[in-house]
């Protein structure tokens, strides 16, 4: 079967009423442009994810909006797919980025709705949870082989602390630009690194505003700073995040 290469002309396939208006800034391993699409700003998000990807992907997004969740939904193609070609369109989020320990809170309080609505949710397609990574070297954007083995040891460390946790689904990257608050509800955006894995990951947030106790809180950082500096490795972000996780 022929691998057909990622392109922006697939958005015509959205309609004739489609226009690109700016790059938008985090698109880490996709080009992300804020889009109109029928007269609306939407967010269109192009990348080489499989379909099965995407497909767990817009699933959960519809799952979630139905369970009272404010995610961006999927914008159907003229002929109802979901998603082409790498293409995905969504509707735009409005808020402001959470600031005080009272936003925090409520943010918390979502990504734990979040973990209450999916657990034991499967695994995103080609994708390993924090624990899976005991055991294997790849998923993903992951590659342990890429890594130092002394930073491999360090990282499974981590997670091992994870072990026997249930699983549900993970954000995977709650920081303030991917969080967006109106006085009545908070909206999570960007779910391109969601996954199932162990809650912990999503709940290192700033003011420990998920009310983690001392060791709950240092288990979640050690494995939360290992999963990133796994995921991106070796960019001096990366670097950094292994910097943080404790010899073993």
């Given amino acids: ?40 700003l939407a967010v269109a998000r192009l990348g080489t994810r499989s379909d099965a990807d995407l497909a767990w992907e817009t699933e959960l997004l519809h799952y979630l909006d139905r369970e009272g969740l404010t995610v961006p939904l999927p914008i159907p193609t003229t002929d109802g797919r979901l998603f082409a070609e790498g293409l995905v369109v969504m509707t735009y989020v409005e808020g402001e980025r959470p600031e005080s320990q009272a936003d925090w809170r409520r943010v918390a309080d979502t990504l734990r709705q979040l973990h209450r609505l999916t657990q034991g949710w499967p695994q995103r397609p080609g ?73 912990d990951l999503d709940l290192v947030l700033p003011h420990n505003a998920a009310g983690l106790d001392d060791v709950a809180f240092d288990v979640a950082a050690q494995a939360s700073a290992a999963w ?17 996780v404790r010899g073993v």
């Fill in 127 to 199: 994708w390993r949870s924090s624990t899976d990574l005991l055991h294997t070297e790849t998923g993903t954007r992951i590659d342990l082989r890429a890594m130092p083995p002394e930073g491999v040891a360090r990282c499974r460390a981590a997670w091992t602390r994870l072990t026997g946790r249930q699983t549900c689904v993970v954000h995977g990257d709650p920081n303030p630009s991917n969080i967006r608050m109106t006085t009545d509800r908070v909206g999570l955006i960007d779910w391109d690194e969601s996954h199932a894995d162990v809650p």
């Fill in 1 to 40: 079967m022929k691998c057909i290469e990622p392109s922006w002309e697939t958005l015509k396939q959205w309609g004739d009423d489609v226009t690109r208006i700016e790059r938008l800034a985090g698109g880490a391993a996709n080009d992300v442009w804020r889009v109109h699409v029928n007269g609306h």
């Fill in 228 to 244: 990133e500096a796994a995921v991106c490795w070796d960019d001096d972000f990366a670097i950094k995040r292994l910097a943080e």
